[in-house]
C-alpha cells in the first residue's frame, strides 16, 4: 500500500503564495515522477507541474513563471510553490505519484486533495 499526504491548502489573497506539499509512504520500492493536478468547480481536472526523478520539470503555461514544482527524493516528498496567486488559481490540488512498490508493480498513485482558494 502507498499512500500521498498532501498539505498546505488555504486561503490567500490575489498576489500572495502558498507553498503545497505531498509525501509518499508505504511499500515504496521507487518512485518515478511525482507532480500536481487541479480541478476547479465545474471544469475538468487539469495537470499543473510535474517532476521526474532526475529534476526535469514540465508546467502548464497557465502556470509557468509562478509556480515553483521541487521534490526532495530522501524524504519521497514533493513541493508546489505558488506565487502571485490569481482568483483562477483556486482549486482543490491533487498529487500523483507514479510509483514502483516493494511488489514490483507500477502504480499510479493519487492524494486526497487540498483546497486553495484565492480571494480577497
Known amino acids: 500500500q502507498v499512500q500521498l499526504v498532501e498539505s498546505g491548502g488555504g486561503l490567500v489573497q490575489p498576489g500572495g503564495s502558498l507553498r503545497l506539499s505531498c509525501a509518499a509512504s508505504?511499500?515504496?520500492?521507487?518512485?518515478?515522477?511525482m507532480g500536481w493536478y487541479r480541478q476547479a468547480p465545474g471544469k475538468q481536472r487539469e495537470l499543473v507541474a510535474t517532476?521526474?526523478?532526475?529534476?526535469?520539470?514540465n508546467y502548464a503555461d497557465s502556470v509557468k513563471g509562478r509556480f515553483t514544482i521541487s521534490r526532495d527524493n530522501a524524504k519521497n516528498t514533493t513541493y508546489l510553490q505558488m506565487n502571485s496567486l490569481k482568483s483562477e488559481d483556486t482549486a482543490v490540488y491533487y498529487c500523483?505519484?507514479?510509483?514502483?512498490?516493494?511488489?514490483?508493480?507500477?502504480?499510479?498513485?493519487w492524494g486526497q486533495g487540498t483546497l486553495v482558494t484565492v480571494d480577497s
Open positions: 500523483y505519484s507514479r510509483v514502483v512498490n516493494t511488489s514490483y508493480r507500477n502504480l499510479k498513485v
Open positions: 508505504g511499500s515504496i520500492f521507487t518512485i518515478y515522477d
Open positions: 517532476i521526474g526523478s532526475g529534476g526535469k520539470t
